[in-house]
């Protein structure tokens, strides 16, 4: 667990950089709370907070200056390249991946990225050429920000670190308040106007010239050439060399285990592999709440609780396993939301998932600092109800909010009907959307099904599964557990986009491949079960204290959220005693977070 700052000016010097950086960093403490660097010249200022040892950030040759590097992230083939640059003439001094990436660019120029097989996002200062790289991994695991200042540029790797420097103003616009009710993560948009995330599988280069961006890796369209059992036995090598990978990585990965298709997965795959190296049996961590189980429900979310299958898959794979067992009373904790809250920067819509989430990661980090989770298998292998709704594929739009109303958008049913009028969230759904489809690569005559699955399994790619990556990095990190996510190995991403439509839903179920791929380790009932969702409180004391937290909220002294409601919506929710909906309360979770937001960053709102 790492986070980078940085701070460049290429028309004049840095003042007070050090003690900047230092600020910037001591807002990424979750990240790397156990030490940081800072590496500064005249013009230039990269800074790191770690876990770990330290590892050299700056190289130099008979006394000149080569480059310094800030990296941030997991590299899995460092063994590899250092021994292609051993060969190319290099003599390194550690056995950092840090030295690793620096000879690297040394050798090979900004053609490293493409070299590159992990999880990272990492700044490389050219001392020679005043030159600054920004790299980051090709899914988007890692997350880098940046905002252009009048004479340079800032990062970090969340955007909490910019806003804390002096030059970076905190602006919530109507693109900014359009994009948090979008529901729908647009590459490149980084909520806070004036700056930027880097896309996944890009890079930037920043000199007195200016600044460039270039992609090195996206998704292709090939021709898919594979029987149905030979698709199946290569998903399930490239999920197992996956899995491998990150399990023994520094420092060993347990597993999040639901009892559902993708979690029971990795955890069987892994216990498998640490078997065979003869090492101890894999840790795994379930989530319950407190009588959720006994008195289940069935929604059309969640068919099934978790629990049962939870133990079935201990009692089939060797484990140590724990139950993590929450309360409503926990959950409502304002010192457990507050830290929630500051993870995450901006609204993204998951309210109590959030919190439930971290309190689960709490409690597994004093046994494993990082853990295997399962984002982005529904996304490859097609197991959202939305890709077997062909009612909902059909339509022109993001099919995640297809049955969205059409009217507010994500989470704003609370808003002022004026500025619901002004923001017109539809018609940004709409833009981005098209933007969206011209991106998607196509084979030449595909058509009908195969070409629209394609589309929406792009879209789902790109636009969905980064929500759920940067909520999983944010609560992970702020937790101090590192989520490890296998199903966003790019080789396998890219082998999986071109498995048709017609294997991927072969038998009418969701994630054929990925059952069949499993169906002679995973126990039937497992792998057959269908889609359930991350667990949610059921507890009726829960909508009666969030009913409770946004009254007070509204009750104090000129929160900055109210000019932005609407009062008598709000009044009705909030007084009322029928039972809330799921809707109501992301609409209720929205105006905390917002208002969080506007005071921890001093946001100023122009819409």
């Given at each position: 667990?790492?986070?980078?700052?940085?701070?460049?000016?290429?028309?004049?010097?840095?003042?007070?950089?050090?003690?900047?950086?230092?600020?910037?960093?001591?807002?990424?403490?979750?990240?790397?709370?156990?030490?940081?660097?800072?590496?500064?010249?005249?013009?230039?200022?990269?800074?790191?907070?770690?876990?770990?040892?330290?590892?050299?950030?700056?190289?130099?040759?008979?006394?000149?200056?080569?480059?310094?590097?800030?990296?941030?992230?997991?590299?899995?083939?460092?063994?590899?390249?250092?021994?292609?640059?051993?060969?190319?003439?290099?003599?390194?001094?550690?056995?950092?991946?840090?030295?690793?990436?620096?000879?690297?660019?040394?050798?090979?120029?900004?053609?490293?990225?493409?070299?590159?097989?992990?999880?990272?996002?990492?700044?490389?200062?050219?001392?020679?050429?005043?030159?600054?790289?920004?790299?980051?991994?090709?899914?988007?695991?890692?997350?880098?920000?940046?905002?252009?200042?009048?004479?340079?540029?800032?990062?970090?790797?969340?955007?909490?670190?910019?806003?804390?420097?002096?030059?970076?103003?905190?602006?919530?616009?109507?693109?900014?308040?359009?994009?948090?009710?979008?529901?729908?993560?647009?590459?490149?948009?980084?909520?806070?106007?004036?700056?930027?995330?880097?896309?996944?599988?890009?890079?930037?280069?920043?000199?007195?010239?200016?600044?460039?961006?270039?992609?090195?890796?996206?998704?292709?369209?090939?021709?898919?050439?594979?029987?149905?059992?030979?698709?199946?036995?290569?998903?399930?090598?490239?999920?197992?060399?996956?899995?491998?990978?990150?399990?023994?990585?520094?420092?060993?990965?347990?597993?999040?285990?639901?009892?559902?298709?993708?979690?029971?997965?990795?955890?069987?795959?892994?216990?498998?592999?640490?078997?065979?190296?003869?090492?101890?049996?894999?840790?795994?961590?379930?989530?319950?709440?407190?009588?959720?189980?006994?008195?289940?429900?069935?929604?059309?979310?969640?068919?099934?609780?978790?629990?049962?299958?939870?133990?079935?898959?201990?009692?089939?794979?060797?484990?140590?396993?724990?139950?993590?067992?929450?309360?409503?009373?926990?959950?409502?904790?304002?010192?457990?939301?507050?830290?929630?809250?500051?993870?995450?920067?901006?609204?993204?819509?998951?309210?109590?998932?959030?919190?439930?989430?971290?309190?689960?990661?709490?409690?597994?980090?004093?046994?494993?600092?990082?853990?295997?989770?399962?984002?982005?298998?529904?996304?490859?292998?097609?197991?959202?109800?939305?890709?077997?709704?062909?009612?909902?594929?059909?339509?022109?739009?993001?099919?995640?909010?297809?049955?969205?109303?059409?009217?507010?958008?994500?989470?704003?049913?609370?808003?002022?009907?004026?500025?619901?009028?002004?923001?017109?969230?539809?018609?940004?759904?709409?833009?981005?959307?098209?933007?969206?489809?011209?991106?998607?690569?196509?084979?030449?005559?595909?058509?009908?099904?195969?070409?629209?699955?394609?589309?929406?399994?792009?879209?789902?790619?790109?636009?969905?599964?980064?929500?759920?990556?940067?909520?999983?990095?944010?609560?992970?990190?702020?937790?101090?557990?590192?989520?490890?996510?296998?199903?966003?190995?790019?080789?396998?991403?890219?082998?999986?986009?071109?498995?048709?439509?017609?294997?991927?839903?072969?038998d009418g179920i969701d994630k054929s491949v990925l059952r069949a791929a499993m169906k002679d380790t995973l126990p039937e009932a497992i792998a057959r079960r269908p889609k359930s969702h991350f667990p949610q409180v059921r507890d009726p004391a829960y909508d009666q204290a969030l009913r409770q937290e946004v009254k007070e909220l509204l009750a104090k002294t000129d929160p900055p959220v109210r000019p932005f409601l609407n009062a008598g919506r709000v009044r009705d929710l909030t007084h009322g005693e029928r039972v809330l909906t799921m809707d109501d309360r992301i609409d209720m979770e929205t105006i905390v977070e917002i208002n969080e937001c506007l005071i921890r960053y001093g946001a100023r709102v122009t819409v």
């Amino acid at each position: 667990m790492t986070g980078i700052a940085g701070w460049v000016a290429f028309d004049r010097k840095l003042g007070d950089a050090e003690q900047t950086i230092g600020k910037m960093l001591g807002t990424l403490e979750l990240r790397g709370p156990e030490g940081a660097q800072v590496w500064s010249d005249s013009r230039t200022a990269l800074g790191r907070c770690h876990r770990g040892d330290d590892h050299p950030m700056y190289l130099e040759e008979s006394g000149h200056g080569l480059a310094t590097v800030a990296f941030s992230g997991q590299l899995y083939n460092a063994v590899d390249l250092r021994r292609q640059l051993v060969s190319h003439g290099h003599e390194f001094r550690t056995n950092s991946v840090a030295e690793v990436v620096i000879r690297g660019y040394l050798q090979w120029g900004s053609s490293l990225a493409e070299r590159l097989e992990g999880f990272y996002a990492f700044a490389i200062w050219d001392v020679r050429r005043k030159k600054l790289l920004l790299v980051r991994d090709r899914l988007g695991v890692e997350p880098l920000y940046y905002y252009r200042t009048a004479d340079g540029l800032l990062f970090g790797s969340e955007p909490k670190a910019i806003l804390s420097h002096p030059y970076a103003e905190s602006v919530l616009d109507a693109e900014s308040l359009r994009e948090i009710f979008a529901f729908v993560k647009t590459p490149g948009q980084a909520v806070f106007s004036g700056m930027r995330e880097l896309r996944p599988g890009h890079e930037l280069c920043a000199d007195v010239n200016g600044l460039r961006t270039r992609a090195y890796w996206s998704l292709e369209a090939h021709p898919h050439t594979d029987d149905l059992e030979t698709t199946v036995q290569t998903v399930r090598d490239l999920l197992g060399s996956a899995v491998e990978r990150q399990v023994i990585a520094d420092p060993p990965a347990g597993a999040l285990l639901s009892g559902g298709l993708d979690s029971s997965t990795l955890a069987a795959l892994a216990s498998g592999i640490l078997a065979e190296r003869g090492d101890e049996a894999l840790h795994t961590f379930g989530l319950d709440f407190v009588g959720y189980t006994e008195g289940f429900q069935p929604d059309e979310k969640r068919g099934s609780p978790d629990a049962p299958f939870v133990r079935e898959l201990t009692r089939h794979i060797p484990t140590r396993h724990a139950d993590v067992v929450i309360d409503t009373l926990s959950l409502m904790d304002p010192r457990k939301r507050a830290a929630v809250l500051q993870a995450v920067d901006v609204p993204i819509g998951m309210g109590d998932l959030n919190t439930s989430l971290y309190l689960l990661l709490q409690a597994v980090r004093p046994t494993c600092a990082a853990v295997l989770s399962g984002e982005a298998a529904d996304e490859l292998f097609g197991g959202y109800r939305w890709q077997h709704d062909a009612e909902v594929v059909r339509r022109d739009t993001f099919p995640w909010i297809a049955r969205m109303d059409p009217r507010t958008g994500f989470g704003a049913a609370l808003l002022d009907p004026g500025l619901v009028e002004r923001l017109d969230v539809p018609s940004y759904q709409a833009q981005r959307y098209q933007e969206a489809l011209r991106e998607v690569p196509r084979l030449p005559g595909e058509e009908g099904e195969e070409r629209r699955m394609r589309e929406v399994n792009y879209l789902a790619l790109t636009r969905f599964a980064q929500l759920l990556l940067d909520r999983r990095d944010r609560v992970g990190q702020a937790a101090g557990v590192e989520m490890r996510v296998p199903f966003t190995d790019h080789r396998l991403v890219q082998y999986a986009f071109n498995i048709p439509w017609s294997m991927k839903s072969r038998d009418g179920i969701d994630k054929s491949v990925l059952r069949a791929a499993m169906k002679d380790t995973l126990p039937e009932a497992i792998a057959r079960r269908p889609k359930s969702h991350f667990p949610q409180v059921r507890d009726p004391a829960y909508d009666q204290a969030l009913r409770q937290e946004v009254k007070e909220l509204l009750a104090k002294t000129d929160p900055p959220v109210r000019p932005f409601l609407n009062a008598g919506r709000v009044r009705d929710l909030t007084h009322g005693e029928r039972v809330l909906t799921m809707d109501d309360r992301i609409d209720m979770e929205t105006i905390v977070e917002i208002n969080e937001c506007l005071i921890r960053y001093g946001a100023r709102v122009t819409v």
